[in-house]
């Protein structure tokens, strides 16, 4: 039998019994992936006891609420000041009970942040999660290595600290902010900590009757009592995977537009590890950016993946009256063990189409912006992405490895000179797809391969986030520009924590 196969299919044994639950909290300390002590206890789990149980049910076709805005406390143009505490809060999800999460001033999605091209930025970050580290990651965004929110760069609990940068000409994007401390991202994230940052260009190409909407994913789990339950051994493996995908905190919320509105959404995946193939029903979706802003004109999509921490830019014609809803399709993206979540024919927004038409809406312009390939590299550099996994006398061990190795903070896994393009390929031999994440920098993928078959991407574009599925490798050209450590990892947290994760040093 394939080696693979073999463990994977132990593994199922192991965790397929009635009582046998693996529940198991990670020590946020150690790098590599050993659980030893894995508890085989009468734990109440998501997974497997619990499958046959309904999860809670939550109110939906709720009015979609807007997020609440970062306010900008400088009193003058061209700079953005504020604060943001991480802090423990109470959500109210199920419609009789408290939950505790964590969130950003308050509110998880985080508040959102608005600023332009040109803007400096200066955010007071105060941690006051009790206990633990935290930083703020802007993914995606050009900022310099130190005030990127690295592992490398800890707030200790009960601190402050300024992340100060500038938005330069052409950063227009979606972006968005989350926690990045070593070994705690994936608990602080799930637990609430995400928020979207929308850097607006000066002159937007988009027309403003569009409107502008972020609709943040997020992926919950509520246990009986209300609370969200620790990471299981299948979460570890998997990513975790919660009972309601939340749209801006809310279950599967309501919007109303006149007949023949054309909407711009920005549809961000801040879940932990849901893969998220989406359609919407009844009405025409054109992707016109990606997590790194405009493409260079606009693309009709009948159907879209969303990959964890992956973004999109959307605009959505409703041009029928009736309700247009956005729905999810079945991905089968690898998955260990039992348990797999039913991905398919979840409505995420139901948007109520008036018999009243709209006001006539500008069309949307032909080209964009202009997007420049990178051109040839001057360097070519291979990133393997393999798992592995053993069962041993005190438990079990699984590694989640980018070239053989487990992520350690003290070792510099690449050195790359500020400048120079790179060809990156991503080789995914795991059994699991991995959307892998490069800080710090853009990227434009070049092709894509599988066995043995070559596929172009079907439009040039700046990301920051790809899906590599399992068995594919992904080319793709990069250029940092800043020098300073940078992180590259898989966007599943569960598996960046357990090692899948490198550094490159930039040097000028
Ligand atoms: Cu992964």
């Given at each position: 039998m394939h080696r693979r196969g073999f463990l994977a299919a132990n593994l199922a044994t192991v965790l397929a019994g009635p009582r046998a639950l693996a529940q198991m909290k990670m020590d946020g300390t150690s790098n590599m992936a050993s659980m030893p002590g894995m508890d085989m206890g009468d734990h109440a789990g998501?997974?497997?006891?619990?499958?046959a149980q309904d999860p809670a049910a939550l109110p939906e076709g709720e009015a979609l609420r807007e997020l609440p805005l970062l306010a900008n406390e400088a009193g003058r143009p061209g700079l953005f000041r504020a604060r943001l505490t991480a802090e423990p809060a109470t959500a109210r999800f199920a419609a009789d009970q408290d939950t505790p999460i964590l969130a950003y001033n308050g509110t998880s999605p985080g508040p959102l942040i608005e600023a332009y091209e040109g803007d400096r930025v200066e955010i007071t970050f105060a941690n006051r999660i009790a206990g633990e580290q935290s930083t703020i990651h802007w993914h995606g965004?050009?900022?310099?290595a130190d005030q990127d929110g690295n592992p490398m760069d800890p707030v200790a609990a009960g601190a402050d600290r300024v992340y100060a940068f500038e938005l330069p000409e052409g950063s227009a994007g979606s972006y968005w902010y989350h926690p990045h401390p070593h070994g705690r991202t994936a608990e602080q994230v799930y637990r609430g900590l995400a928020g979207a940052f929308v850097v607006k260009a000066?002159?937007?190409?988009?027309?403003?009757?569009?409107g502008d909407t972020a609709l943040i994913f997020t992926d919950l789990r509520l246990a009986a009592d209300g609370s969200m339950p620790e990471n299981t051994m299948t979460d570890m493996m998997n990513g975790r995977v919660g009972d309601h995908v939340l749209v801006n905190g809310q279950k599967n919320p309501k919007l109303a537009v006149a007949m023949g509105a054309k909407r711009r959404v920005r549809l961000y995946?801040?879940?932990?590890?849901r893969f998220l193939r989406l359609h919407f029903a009844n009405a025409a979706m054109t992707v016109i950016g990606s997590d790194g802003g405009l493409l260079e004109k606009p693309v009709a999509a009948e159907e879209i993946l969303l990959s964890p921490a992956e973004r999109l830019e959307l605009v959505v014609a409703f041009d029928r009256p009736g309700a247009a809803a956005l729905t999810t399709l079945d991905y089968d993206r690898g998955w260990m063990g039992?348990?797999?979540?039913?991905?398919?024919?979840?409505?995420?927004l139901t948007v109520d189409v008036s018999d009243t038409a709209a006001e006539a809406m500008p069309p949307l312009p032909e080209r964009l912006r202009p997007i420049v390939p990178l051109g040839a590299p001057t360097v070519s550099r291979r990133l393997l992405f393999t798992e592995t996994m053993a069962m041993n006398p005190t438990g079990m061990e699984m590694g989640f490895l980018i070239n053989g190795k487990a992520f350690d903070m003290a070792r510099v896994d690449i050195v790359a000179r500020a400048g120079d393009t790179e060809l990156w390929e991503i080789v995914n031999q795991a059994d699991m797809d991995h959307p892998f994440h490069l800080h710090g920098t853009q990227f434009q993928v070049v092709e894509r391969e599988r066995d043995g078959k070559l596929a172009k991407p079907p439009y040039l574009a700046w990301k920051d986030t790809v899906n590599v599925a399992r068995g594919e490798t992904v080319r793709l050209l990069t250029r940092q520009e800043r020098p300073g450590a940078r992180m590259y990892h898989c966007h599943i947290l569960e598996h960046e924590q357990l090692g899948m994760m490198g550094i490159v040093d930039v040097r000028a």
């Open positions: 998501h997974d497997m006891g619990a499958m965004m050009p900022v310099p000066k002159a937007d190409p988009i027309p403003a009757a569009y995946n801040a879940t932990n590890a039992p348990g797999r979540p039913a991905d398919a024919g979840l409505t995420l």
